[in-house]
């Protein structure tokens, strides 16, 4: 949902009483805020009992308990695992108001909230003529109420009452306040909102308090779907990057048996205190502004009261104001906790128009006080503008705020604002290489240069063919003028662009770099990788090797710009080609795939043999590449590669790249390395050592009553629960499908044959990839789409619940073995032939028969709308028929905890047929069957491995359950496979 919705939406749980002829009935309900759930530690209540009440019926009289886990997440969060047991612990005196729910024998208290909606000042213009009908709307969980309209008013005075019913305890915390533009017409227009807290209610009453207004600026509020489209991702919050007004609210709670909803008109209170303020502003410089020829304007807001600064044109990408305003003197609420904030606009004006591009929102108490202290500051863009595009810069302000009381200024002397005096150097970039740079082409690649701004001065490397690891080697001089006074010294800008043959270049990476930080001696000093951002600097993507050098001009000239080329050592780097495995789930996948590699200028551009994917899976050749490596393992290239198919129309399927830096001999890194993710328990749910389904309480006179423990401790309860094999197994399988014979639960002999045969395998908590260190191979993925440079209608069709990714996505995997060989260490008569003879000797395809050992599925997600599934067992090795299996004959009903006790053959060819997926779905009579969740199990990675061939017994495994899209484990299957020859299947029924 959009973030906006998330911060304001409540979770409601109703329980009903199901009747077969008259409408269901309720019997309680329970309201949490969203933001509450999240707010809390985990963001997540986990295992929490709610009392659930029904007050058009009951009054304030719990009807019951659900225990229940919930989790609310924000893009990126992941929902944190529990310990068995971490939940077991008695909770006794003050730890009881923890749980926030009381047990049944202490009644909820009422209070009738009362929010006093009493006056705003300076709303907007919302009407088409200008003006105003502005209303208050207030929230509090599902209730809500509102004031009278004010007709064409932008100062209303309300001067009204609002009551709500409230019952405490309550996970609903937000009073949320909004305020509309009242239409006759149409639908009534959302201007802004703002939001108190209960609990601080509670405690101590709220006086006449103003509260600012902010959202996107006056331009966008009539049209919100506009703002809506331009933010493009729903993840993303309604701007507030603009004062809208302000509102002077009070709020107090007071006890009641019966609170009612309702209003009523109150006496006019007196406003709060004011004081007389001084707003303090030197304006110098700005940088990096999107401007296009246009000049630039900076405007302030203080609440309603603005100031200007002069307009001026760009000087390379800088801009000079070197402005002093004269002080500001407004009249603002005396509480500091009242103020509202400093609002600048950057405005590109044009001959005959005029657009903000920018914006910067400053707490005025970050800037109180008036001793000089001018800084830069990073200007935010303005997503609304027509000229926003992903990444977009909008520069950079170095500028000097005070603020305070009037009486306090006059005891500070103001900053001199002039023009500082400068020294001219020589800037040195030495741009080495770069890695994991983020793909603006369609292709899965860029094609990366460099480009270096600071003031006026800019410069920029060669650009590199489709390549996300580039090698420039380069170096840029440029000459910059540095002031004396280093705070005041703009920030050396480094950015990584894509080039672009009939298009704008698109931005995919860049940073700062500050002067005081570059190192004015002779040499420049050990090149440093530096991580590149966007817009956020937290998420970051790609890295630049570079080292930075400041040399007065007249030092300059008499040292020489060294050769940043490493020392290196003639080598053979050996790629051993067994074939591509294209990702679980591609779409068109190639006919007659073949492999280019390319090196750039370090080696000949090679390319494998296409192979038919109808008749082989694996194109076994190895490929020598001759190239000089360096000494040390930080300047190591990498190798890009290209999949194609050489179908009717030859077209590009992906493209990957292979550092060389941990196959170095003299480097001491491990190869790359990609395993599941290690999942300990499924969030929300049970610890998956139950074994058995819950037992129904014993039945007593009131059964429901008996339910319902009578104290938090109860309460907090869940019974032992044991890991063992000893579940009755399934009845007698189908054709094709192996079961364990059926257990009566008068054959207490049988069970314990069953436990005693499951216990002869060892075990594993999670999957076995983490145990299985020595890889037959390595692995690369290759990828195709990009991150930036998304036309418009591309971005509009992403998935709006992840923003920030573009189309880029693996399609699949290179498998084989990279190998350097230092030139005087190369095996005598190792040649392409004799490696690419030994390579299909190895690896000639086989028939085998996978044996799959499905025991148990465990804390599986409900799917159901009574909280529960029906498994069954899906898998396939391959998209033949002969290698697919759907056990849809023995479907488990109604349980997350199936016992499946099946096993199943599927043949393959290895190396080839390589990842044997298990899903398992729910069971619909009336809609289409659900996934629950998948695992894959790499067949290659563990035939060829050599310690899985050493393991006598192959352990069962506790494997995770995946869905698409999902970063959420789905649920556990306890499994085993085998593989065998044909003859050992033969000789092993």
């Given at each position: 949902?959009p973030r906006e919705?998330?911060?304001h939406?409540?979770?409601?749980?109703d329980?009903?009483?199901?009747?077969?002829?008259?409408?269901?009935?309720?019997?309680?309900s329970?309201?949490?805020?969203?933001?509450?759930?999240?707010?809390?530690?985990?963001?997540?209540?986990h295992?929490?009992?709610?009392?659930?009440?029904?007050?058009?019926?009951?009054?304030?009289?719990i009807?019951?308990?659900?225990?229940v886990?919930?989790?609310?997440?924000?893009?990126?969060?992941?929902?944190?695992?529990?310990?068995?047991?971490?939940?077991?612990?008695?909770?006794?005196?003050?730890d009881l108001?923890?749980?926030?729910?009381?047990?049944?024998?202490?009644?909820?208290?009422g209070?009738?909230?009362c929010?006093r909606?009493?006056?705003?000042?300076?709303?907007?213009d919302?009407d088409?003529?200008g003006?105003?009908?502005?209303?208050?709307?207030?929230?509090?969980?599902?209730?809500?109420?509102?004031?009278?309209?004010?007709?064409?008013?932008?100062d209303?005075?309300w001067?009204?009452?609002?009551?709500?019913?409230?019952?405490t305890?309550?996970?609903?915390?937000e009073?949320l306040?909004?305020?509309?533009?009242?239409?006759?017409?149409?639908?009534?227009?959302?201007?802004?909102?703002?939001?108190?807290?209960l609990?601080?209610?509670?405690m101590?009453?709220?006086?006449?308090t103003?509260?600012?207004l902010?959202?996107?600026?006056?331009?966008?509020?009539?049209?919100?779907v506009a703002?809506?489209?331009?933010?493009?991702?729903?993840?993303?919050?309604r701007?507030?990057?603009?004062?809208?007004?302000?509102?002077?609210?009070?709020?107090?709670?007071?006890?009641?048996?019966?609170?009612q909803?309702?209003?009523?008109?109150?006496?006019?209170?007196?406003?709060?205190?004011?004081?007389?303020?001084?707003f303090?502003?030197?304006?110098?410089?700005?940088?990096?502004?999107?401007?296009?020829?246009?000049?630039v304007?900076?405007?302030?807001?203080?609440?309603?009261?603005?100031q200007?600064?002069?307009?001026?044109?760009?000087?390379g990408?800088?801009?000079e104001f070197?402005?002093?305003?004269?002080?500001?003197?407004?009249?603002l609420?005396?509480?500091?906790?009242?103020?509202?904030?400093?609002?600048?606009?950057?405005?590109?004006?044009?001959?005959?128009?005029?657009?903000?591009?920018?914006?910067?929102r400053?707490?005025?108490?970050?800037?109180?006080?008036?001793?000089?202290?001018?800084?830069?500051?990073?200007?935010?863009p303005?997503?609304?503008?027509?000229s926003?595009?992903?990444?977009?810069?909008?520069?950079?302000?170095?500028a000097?705020f005070g603020f305070?009381?009037?009486?306090?200024?006059?005891?500070?002397?103001?900053m001199?604002?002039v023009?500082p005096?400068?020294?001219?150097?020589?800037?040195?970039a030495?741009?080495?290489?770069?890695?994991n740079l983020a793909?603006?082409?369609?292709?899965?690649?860029?094609?990366?240069y460099?480009?270096?701004?600071?003031?006026?001065?800019k410069?920029q490397?060669?650009?590199?063919n489709?390549?996300?690891?580039p090698?420039?080697?380069?170096?840029?001089?440029?000459?910059?003028?540095?002031?004396d006074?280093?705070?005041?010294?703009?920030?050396?800008?480094?950015?990584?662009?894509?080039?672009d043959?009939?298009?704008?270049?698109?931005?995919?990476?860049?940073l700062?770099i500050?002067?005081s930080?570059?190192?004015?001696?002779?040499?420049?000093?050990?090149?440093?990788?530096?991580?590149l951002?966007?817009?956020?600097?937290?998420?970051?993507e790609?890295e630049?090797?570079?080292?930075f050098?400041?040399?007065?001009m007249?030092?300059?000239a008499r040292?020489?710009?060294?050769?940043i080329?490493?020392?290196?050592k003639?080598?053979?780097v050996?790629?051993?080609?067994?074939?591509?495995?294209?990702?679980?789930?591609?779409?068109?996948?190639?006919?007659?795939?073949?492999?280019?590699f390319?090196?750039?200028?370090?080696?000949?551009?090679?390319?494998?043999?296409?192979?038919?994917?109808?008749?082989?899976?694996?194109?076994?050749q190895?490929?020598?590449f001759?190239?000089d490596?360096?000494?040390?393992?930080?300047?190591?290239?990498?190798i890009?590669f290209?999949?194609?198919?050489?179908?009717?129309?030859?077209?590009?399927?992906g493209a990957?790249?292979?550092?060389?830096?941990?196959?170095?001999?003299?480097s001491n890194?491990?190869?790359?390395?990609?395993?599941?993710?290690?999942v300990d328990r499924?969030?929300?749910?049970?610890?998956?050592?139950?074994?058995e389904?819950?037992?129904?309480?014993?039945?007593e006179?009131?059964p429901?009553?008996?339910?319902?423990?009578?104290?938090?401790?109860?309460?907090n309860?869940?019974?032992g629960?044991?890991?063992?094999?000893?579940?009755?197994p399934?009845?007698?399988g189908?054709?094709?499908?192996?079961?364990?014979?059926d257990?009566?639960?008068?054959?207490?002999?049988v069970?314990?044959e069953?436990?005693?045969?499951?216990?002869?395998?060892?075990?594993?908590?999670?999957?076995?990839e983490?145990?299985?260190k020595?890889?037959?191979w390595?692995?690369?993925k290759?990828?195709?789409?990009?991150?930036?440079?998304l036309?418009?209608?591309?971005k509009?069709?992403?998935?709006?619940?992840m923003p920030n990714?573009?189309t880029?996505?693996?399609?699949?995997?290179l498998?084989?073995?990279?190998?350097?060989?230092?030139?005087d260490?190369?095996?005598?008569?190792?040649?392409?032939?004799?490696?690419?003879?030994?390579l299909?000797?190895?690896?000639?395809?086989?028939?085998?028969?996978?044996?799959?050992?499905?025991l148990?599925?465990?804390?599986l997600?409900?799917?159901?709308?009574?909280?529960?599934?029906?498994p069954y067992?899906v898998?396939?090795?391959?998209?033949?028929?002969?290698?697919?299996?759907?056990?849809?004959?023995?479907v488990?009903?109604?349980?997350?905890?199936?016992?499946?006790?099946?096993?199943?053959?599927?043949?393959?060819?290895?190396?080839?047929?390589s990842e044997?997926?298990?899903e398992i779905w729910?069971?619909?009579?009336?809609?289409s069957?659900?996934?629950?969740?998948?695992?894959?199990?790499?067949l290659?990675n563990?035939?060829?491995c050599e310690?899985?061939?050493?393991?006598?017994?192959?352990?069962i495994?506790?494997?995770?359950?995946?869905?698409?899209?999902?970063?959420?484990?789905?649920?556990?299957?306890?499994?085993?496979?085998?593989?065998l020859?044909t003859?050992?299947?033969?000789r092993?029924?």
């Open positions: 949902m919705d998330f911060n939406t409540q979770l409601v749980f329980v009903y009483d199901a009747n077969t002829v008259f409408r269901n009935e309720l019997i309680g329970y309201e949490f805020d969203l933001q509450r759930i999240h707010g809390n530690k985990g963001h997540e209540y295992r929490q009992w709610i009392g659930i009440t029904n007050f058009d019926k009951a009054g304030s009289e009807q019951g308990y659900l225990r886990s919930i989790s609310a997440l924000l893009p990126g969060e992941v929902p944190p695992s529990h310990e068995e047991g971490e939940d077991d612990e008695e909770v006794e005196g003050d108001q923890k749980m926030v729910l009381l047990p049944p024998q202490i009644p909820l208290t209070y009738r909230l929010l909606c009493l006056r705003g000042a300076k709303l907007p919302m088409v003529g003006g105003c009908d502005p209303f208050l709307r207030v929230l509090f969980g599902a209730t809500r109420n509102e004031t009278p309209v004010v007709r064409n008013n932008r209303p005075i001067n009204h009452e609002l009551r709500l019913p409230v019952w305890p309550t996970f609903s915390d009073i306040v909004q305020l509309y533009d009242w239409d006759r017409a149409s639908q009534d227009d959302f201007i802004a909102s703002c939001s108190l807290r609990t601080d209610v509670l101590n009453e709220l006086p006449p103003w509260f600012h902010y959202g996107p600026p006056r331009s966008s509020l009539r049209d919100s703002v809506t489209n331009k933010l493009l991702h729903k993840g993303e919050r701007p507030e990057t603009a004062y809208l007004g302000r509102l002077l609210l009070s709020a107090v709670a007071k006890l009641d048996k019966d609170p909803i309702g209003s009523v008109a109150i006496p006019a209170p007196a406003n709060p205190m004011v004081a007389e303020y001084v303090r502003c030197d304006l110098f410089q700005g940088s990096e502004f999107p401007l296009g020829g246009d000049r304007q900076v405007v302030f807001h203080l609440g309603e009261n603005n200007c600064s002069k307009s001026v044109n760009a000087r990408t800088l801009c070197y402005q002093q305003f004269e002080d500001f003197k407004v009249v609420p005396a509480e500091p906790n009242q103020l509202p904030d400093l609002i600048v606009d950057f405005l590109a004006k044009g001959t005959l128009s005029e657009s903000r591009f920018g914006y910067l400053i707490k005025l108490a970050d800037i109180m006080g008036f001793t000089p202290r001018a800084r830069w500051y990073q200007v935010l303005d997503k609304l503008s027509a926003y595009k992903d990444g977009m810069v909008c520069g950079f302000l170095l000097n305070g009381h009037a009486a306090d200024a006059t005891r500070f002397k103001r001199v604002v023009k005096r400068t020294q001219r150097f020589e800037l040195r030495f741009i080495y290489q770069g890695r793909a603006a082409d369609k292709t899965g690649s860029s094609d990366p460099v480009r270096l701004l600071m003031g006026t001065a410069g490397t060669p650009h590199r489709q390549t996300l690891f090698l420039w080697y380069n170096v840029v001089q440029m000459a910059v003028d540095i002031p006074d280093i705070s005041m010294a703009q920030n050396l800008i480094l950015q990584v662009l894509d080039h043959v009939a298009d704008e270049d698109d931005m995919i990476g860049r700062e500050p002067v930080k570059i190192s004015r001696g002779r040499a420049p000093g050990e090149p440093k990788w530096m991580s951002y966007m817009e956020d600097r937290n998420n970051q790609g630049v090797l570079a080292a050098q400041l040399l007065p007249e030092q300059a040292v020489p710009v060294p050769d080329r490493p020392p290196t003639p080598c053979m050996e790629v051993s080609v067994v074939g591509l495995r294209a990702a679980a789930g591609a779409k068109d996948p190639p006919s007659h795939p073949y492999i280019q390319d090196l750039g200028e370090l080696a000949p551009q090679r390319v494998t043999q296409p192979i038919d994917i109808s008749t082989t899976q694996n194109h076994l190895v490929l020598h001759p190239m490596l360096p000494l040390n393992s930080l300047y190591c290239p990498a890009n290209t999949v194609f198919d050489k179908g009717l129309i030859k077209r590009q399927i990957g790249t292979i550092p060389l830096a941990p196959y170095l001999p003299w890194l491990e190869p790359p390395r990609e395993l599941p993710e290690l499924v969030p929300g749910a049970p610890p998956d050592s139950l074994d389904e819950p037992a129904p309480p014993p039945p006179e009131d429901l009553r008996a339910a319902i423990p009578t104290d938090i401790s109860q309460a309860e869940h019974p629960e044991l890991f063992d094999f000893t579940s009755p399934p009845a007698a189908a054709r094709g499908i192996r079961t364990l014979p257990v009566a639960d008068s054959a207490p002999q069970e314990e069953i436990s005693d045969k499951a216990d002869e395998y060892p075990s594993v908590d999670h999957e076995l983490f145990e299985l020595d890889q037959p390595n692995e690369f290759y990828y195709r789409g990009q991150k930036y440079g036309s418009f209608w591309e509009m069709k992403l998935d709006r619940t990714v573009g880029k996505h693996a399609v699949g995997r498998k084989g073995q990279v190998k350097v060989y230092p030139r260490q190369i095996p005598p008569g190792r040649t392409e032939e004799s490696a690419t003879r030994e299909v000797q190895l690896y000639t395809p086989k028939d085998y028969t996978v044996r799959v050992y499905i148990r599925g465990r804390q997600v409900p799917k159901d709308s009574n909280g529960s599934s029906d067992i898998l396939y090795n391959g998209t033949g028929a002969a290698q697919r299996i759907k056990d849809i004959a023995h488990k009903s109604k349980t997350l905890r199936p016992d499946f006790y099946s096993t199943f053959e599927l043949p393959a060819k290895l190396p080839g047929q044997l997926v298990v729910d069971k619909d009579i009336l809609g069957d659900e996934m629950i969740g998948a695992t894959t199990i790499d290659e563990r035939i060829f310690s899985w061939k050493r393991i006598e017994k192959k352990p495994e506790k494997r995770a359950l995946w869905v698409p899209n999902s970063s959420s484990p789905q649920g556990k299957v306890e499994m085993f496979v085998e593989i020859t003859e050992e299947a033969a092993t029924p």
